[in-house]
Nanobody, 124 residues
Framework: QVQLVESGGGLVQAGGSLRLSCAASEGTFSSYGMGWFRQAPGKERELVAA????????YYVDSVKGRFTISRDNAKSTVYLQMNSLKPEDTAVYYCAATPRVRVTLAPKEYNNWGQGTQVTVSS
């Protein structure tokens, strides 16, 4: 199974930007669709963005459309989440996850490999 390690989280002021990275090992990265999830205190984990194996197809939750961009580099076995115009409500632990599904997948239960998470805090 693929092993995932996130990086790039931190503290940023509202309106700022961060770029999260998720490096994969122990597996064929291009065989997995990828997703970025987040979980804020007291809230359920939600899918923020997802990308298909090839990178052609993507999905964004409405609250981040136009601000976040998911991308992947299969040669580097890495998926990215570029986050611009950050808001305090984006504060959460962000997780990357991998799914063997061919199509862009929205359901957390379809993802069977998860990273440890990285904290993103947006101050007002």
């Amino acid at each position: 199974q693929v092993q995932l390690v996130e990086s790039g989280g931190g503290l940023v002021q509202a309106g700022g930007s961060l770029r999260l990275s998720c490096a994969a090992s122990e597996g064929t990265f291009s065989s997995y669709g990828m997703g970025w999830f987040r979980q804020a205190p007291g809230k359920e984990r939600e899918l923020v963005a997802a990308i298909s194996r090839s990178g052609v197809n993507t999905y964004y939750v409405d609250s981040v459309k136009g601000r976040f961009t998911i991308s992947r580099d299969n040669a580097k076995s890495t998926v990215y989440l570029q986050m611009n115009s950050l808001k305090p409500e984006d504060t959460a632990v962000y997780y990357c996850a991998a799914t063997p599904r061919v199509r862009v997948t929205l359901a957390p239960k379809e993802y069977n490999n998860w990273g440890q998470g990285t904290q993103v805090t947006v101050s007002s």
